[in-house]
């Protein structure tokens, strides 16, 4: 069953035909109890729920009908969907008539998505083949009950295949998850509230953590700015999000520098990108713009305006980043900034370094709180490259990196106070403020004024 009551079923007497006429399936399809999935709508969403108890939660064309057709209702009314999915693969019964109903489904799926509708995948177990590797892997957030067998072949299938045994976690939830795969695991007990979350009918906020009050720092101009802005007890970018938002619903991938989320603000649906600097060595790697570039794309679809909160010193410049192209990375994720038709707000709440944080903070309003810095390098970068200055002090002034000075050179659009209330008050005024393209005209302004 869904996790809320059932307002409505949807065709529930279809049924499969025998199209290869296989041995005794006409009469194994009377006898069945339904079909592989059952379909309907609660009280704010329509859902597909699969049936592993009928044919093993195959598809075949009764399944697959029964999924195009909740998909296009669900469009015509303008509901969000709910897919829960106990399911092996395409029905063997039913040869390739079965199996085109992967592509069916996937191009339903695509027309909700492009409907600007949300959709949700709770993966129960035994989740494989024909759903997974269709509909249900397009959900935009997905989660996975505790210990589910999960992957597009069955583990027995593929030990007798490849003729060895597989990992301990391969094929499970708990995999999944530690892979990027999935945006949380999620119990029966709590499925309830975490639709209601996503749907943005449930405060459920970020949890909040301790953090040590910042050291005073003596050194004053630019670097000392530089060292307020990295200064440890300095809430990050997640932690002016877990106090900024009302409700979050997660959107993952492997690396934990880059978080991101569907978020509520001062009552208002946003998706949300935020860094986080004290984990790992707070730059992200190419994974982690590849969730900025998910997390943008679905504001866009959604028609929400997005949100992110930057506090990186810059991406991580390592040999496996360079493998998994962190350039490539980082272009794309200034593409999909560009291409976003939503309004956009940007704020530097620490430190921002060079295109790896820009990236995430080219927003159509760019704010930075006070004492925050942005710079093209970092002070230290800058010193091993130019031999003339000897320390990375030396250089800060140079660099023009405080928000006085961004402020000053038209890049930023607004420096603002020190603390909570004032975060809050300037990024839901600058939300209203905001209009597509507008950080194009920003930077186009700067680069005129500066040019011969």
């Known amino acids: 069953m869904p996790p809320h009551p059932v307002l409505e079923e949807w065709d529930a007497d279809l049924r499969s035909g025998d199209p290869l006429r296989f041995p005794g399936y006409a009469d194994r399809v009377a006898r069945a109890p339904g079909e592989a999935v059952r379909t309907g709508r609660a009280a704010h969403y329509a859902f597909v729920e699969g049936d592993g108890g009928v044919f093993g939660g195959s598809m075949g064309a009764a399944a697959g009908e029964k999924i195009v057709r909740a998909y296009r209702r669900a469009v015509d009314l303008a509901l969000p969907i709910l897919v829960v999915t106990r399911s092996s693969g395409a029905r063997l019964q039913e040869g390739m008539v079965a199996l085109v109903q992967l592509a069916r489904t996937v191009d339903a799926a695509g027309a909700h998505a492009a409907a600007g509708l949300l959709s949700l995948a709770v993966h129960a177990s035994p989740t494989t083949g024909g759903a997974l590797a269709s509909y249900a892997s397009l959900a935009d957030v997905r989660v996975a009950e505790p210990g589910a067998i999960l992957g597009f072949a069955s583990p027995r299938v593929v030990e007798r295949v490849l003729g060895t045994r597989l990992p301990e976690r391969s094929h499970t939830s708990e995999g999944a998850y530690a892979n990027g795969l999935l945006d949380g695991i999620v119990g029966p007990a709590e499925q309830a509230a975490w639709v209601e979350s996503a749907l943005g009918l449930r405060a459920t906020p970020l949890p909040t953590r301790p953090l040590p009050a910042p050291d005073p720092i003596g050194v004053i101009g630019p670097w000392g700015e530089v060292l307020r802005a990295r200064a440890v007890g300095r809430p990050t970018g997640i932690d002016r999000a877990a106090r900024l938002c009302t409700s979050w619903t997660e959107l993952r991938d492997r690396d934990p520098v880059v978080r991101a989320g569907l978020a509520t603000v001062a009552g208002r649906r946003v998706v949300m990108v935020a860094t986080d600097?004290?984990?790992?060595?707070?730059?992200?790697?190419?994974?982690?713009?590849?969730?900025?570039?998910?997390?943008?794309?679905?504001?866009?679809?959604?028609?929400?305006?997005?949100?992110?909160?930057?506090?990186?010193?810059?991406?991580?410049?390592?040999?496996?980043?360079?493998?998994?192209?962190?350039?490539?990375?980082?272009?794309?994720?200034?593409?999909?900034?560009?291409?976003?038709?939503?309004?956009?707000?940007?704020?530097?709440?620490?430190?921002?370094?060079?295109?790896?944080?820009?990236?995430?903070?080219?927003?159509?309003?760019?704010?930075?709180?006070?004492?925050?810095?942005?710079?093209?390098?970092?002070?230290?970068?800058?010193?091993?490259?130019?031999?003339?200055?000897?320390?990375?002090?030396?250089?800060?002034?140079?660099?023009?990196?405080?928000?006085?000075?961004?402020?000053?050179?038209?890049?930023?659009?607004?420096?603002?106070?020190?603390?909570?209330?004032?975060?809050?008050?300037?990024?839901?005024?600058?939300?209203?403020?905001?209009?597509?393209?507008?950080?194009?005209?920003?930077?186009?302004?700067?680069?005129?004024?500066?040019?011969?």
């Open 277 to 452: 600097r004290y984990v790992e060595d707070g730059r992200p790697v190419p994974a982690g713009y590849r969730l900025a570039q998910r997390a943008i794309a679905l504001a866009g679809r959604l028609g929400l305006p997005l949100v992110t909160l930057v506090d990186t010193p810059g991406a991580h410049p390592g040999p496996e980043s360079e493998a998994d192209h962190v350039a490539g990375e980082i272009a794309r994720t200034f593409a999909a900034m560009a291409a976003l038709p939503t309004p956009s707000v940007s704020v530097v709440v620490g430190e921002g370094g060079s295109a790896g944080a820009l990236a995430l903070a080219c927003g159509d309003r760019l704010l930075l709180q006070e004492h925050a810095v942005f710079s093209v390098i970092p002070p230290e970068g800058a010193a091993a490259m130019m031999h003339q200055h000897p320390s990375a002090a030396d250089l800060a002034p140079l660099l023009r990196l405080t928000s006085a000075d961004l402020l000053g050179l038209g890049v930023a659009d607004e420096v603002i106070a020190e603390g909570q209330a004032a975060l809050e008050e300037a990024v839901v005024r600058a939300l209203d403020e905001a209009v597509p393209g507008d950080r194009s005209r920003r930077f186009d302004t700067v680069t005129r004024a500066w040019l011969r």
